[in-house]
């Protein structure tokens, strides 16, 4: 499985390209082709699945009952924008521009480890995440998380 730990700071060029930052290259597993599928994230970010993650993911979606209003709806939300990603020869992703609009992003951007996945935000949003967040919000949402069981099985 697929895993990623840290944050990390990214310019986008004039054209919307980036270089995935080193530290979550020595992430992906050796030997593999780099492919991704970036897509809008749940707050206004983008987030970017290696392809081994997005693929159970679309196969779950895939299963849903598409007679059920609430799967339509979601399966527009969710995949509506999804657009997969390959390096070009020089190592740079580039941002798709409506993904990009959506997300705010601006030149320099972040890209937070997500578990399996990678979220890309704008620099200046990602940090007022935190500036309005204080330690006591941050240890009651832990304890209303962690306490309540909230795991994957």
């Known amino acids: 499985m697929i895993s990623f730990l840290g944050e990390y700071e990214a310019t986008l060029d004039t054209k919307g390209r980036f270089l995935l930052p080193a530290g979550l ?12 599928v970036i897509n809008r994230g749940f707050e206004k970010c983008l987030t970017l699945y290696p392809i081994k993650t997005w693929e159970p993911l679309f196969a779950d979606i895939s299963k849903l009952n598409d007679f059920d209003s609430k799967v339509r709806e ?14 070009d020869v020089a190592g740079r992703l580039l941002m798709p521009p409506n ?55």
């Open 74 to 87: 979601f399966r527009r939300f969710f995949l509506n924008g999804a657009t997969p990603l390959e390096p």
């Open 25 to 36: 290259k020595r992430q992906l597993p050796e030997g593999e082709e780099v492919r991704f």
């Open 99 to 153: 993904l990009k609009e959506h997300a705010g992003l601006q030149k320099d951007i972040v890209l937070v480890a997500a578990v399996n996945k990678i979220e890309i935000w704008d620099r200046s949003k990602y940090h007022q995440l935190f500036d309005t967040f204080s330690a006591d919000d941050f240890s009651k949402l832990a304890n209303e998380v962690m306490a309540n069981g909230n795991k994957k099985e």
